[in-house]
C-alpha cells in the first residue's frame, strides 16, 4: 500500500521554484530517505506532504486521499524549526500531545522520556537545543501517526544528543508499521535504515533508488554518493 504519493508537484515562492516536477511513492512501513544540501526543497516538500503548504500545481495522496483534516490524523511532522511551547514543562508538553493523538502510545512515551534522558520537569526553555530535539523525536514517534515525517532532525545539535536521536530510531522504530519519511544531512549514522533514497538539487530529483542497489552500483556507501556524486 502506498503511505504517500507526489504527482507532478512544483512550488513555487517570489522569486524562486522551490520544487520542480517532483514525482514520488513511499510504501508503507518502509524507511525512505531524503537527501539534498541547504535549498534544494527538502523542508518544503515534507511541508506540503503534511499539509501544511499548498504546492503551486500538482498533487500529493495520503493513502489516496488529497491533504485535509483526515489526513492530517495519520502524520506526525518533526519540523527543522524549534515550535515547541518553551514556557512548558517537558510532562506538560506530553500531556498536551496526548490530548492532540488520538492513538498516542503512552507507554511508548515514557519508555522514551527515560531512554533519552530527558529531564521532565525542566521548562522547555531552559533545555538545550540537543535536548529539544530529543523531545521533538518524542513526540513524533509516540503520536501514534502511521507516518512519521523528520526534517533534519540532526541539524545543529551535540554528538551525544545525535546518537541518542540515531539509537532510538534505531530501536523503536518498527519496520512495516509507521512509515518513516527522513530529511538529513548527517547521513551515517542512520543510513542503514534507509531502504529507498531520493536526493534532491535545486528543487528536482536528480537520483532515486533502493538503498542498496545505489550502493553497488556507486560502490559506496548512501553517505558517499551524497558526497562525492551528487
Known amino acids: 500500500m502506498e503511505a504517500i504519493t507526489v504527482r507532478d508537484l512544483y512550488k513555487r515562492f517570489p522569486g524562486v521554484e522551490a520544487i520542480k516536477k517532483i514525482c514520488l511513492k513511499i510504501e508503507e512501513g518502509r524507511c525512505v530517505g531524503l ?5 534544494s ?20 495522496l495520503i493513502y489516496g486521499e ?37 492513538e498516542w502510545r503512552e507507554a511508548l512515551s515514557e519508555d522514551l522520556l527515560g531512554f533519552l534522558k530527558i529531564p521532565e520537569g525542566s521548562k522547555i526553555g531552559n533545555l538545550s537545543r540537543g535536548f529539544r530535539a530529543r523531545l521533538k523525536l518524542l513526540l513524533a514517534l509516540s503520536s501514534g501517526a502511521r507516518i512519521i515525517l523528520l526534517d533534519d532532525p540532526f541539524m545543529g545539535i551535540d554528538p551525544s544528543s545525535r546518537k541518542h536521536i540515531a ?7 518498527k519496520p512495516g508499521v509507521q512509515t518513516l519519511f527522513i530529511s538529513t544531512h548527517i547521513i551515517g549514522e542512520i543510513e ?3 531502504d529507498y533514497v531520493y536526493f534532491l538539487r535545486e528543487g528536482e530529483i536528480i537520483l532515486q ?10 560502490k559506496k556507501s548512501i553517505d558517499g ?3 562525492e556524486e551528487i
Open 66 to 102: 488529497s491533504p485535509s483534516h483526515k489526513t492530517r490524523r495519520f502524520i506526525a511532522l518533526l519540523p527543522e524549526e524549534d515550535a515547541l511551547y518553551r514556557g512548558m514543562r517537558v510532562r506538560e508538553i506530553i500531556d498536551f500531545c496526548k490530548d492532540i493523538y488520538p
Open 35 to 39: 537527501l539534498g544540501p541547504n535549498g
Open 192 to 194: 542503514s535504515l534507509f
Open 209 to 218: 533508488g533502493e538503498a542498496d542497489d545505489l550502493r553497488k552500483r556507486y
Open 167 to 173: 539509537d532510538t530510531l534505531y530501536n523503536y522504530w
Open 225 to 227: 554518493i551524497a558526497r
Open 41 to 60: 526543497g527538502k523542508s518544503t516538500l515534507l511541508k506540503i506532504i503534511a499539509g501544511l503548504q499548498r504546492p503551486t500545481k500538482g498533487k500529493v
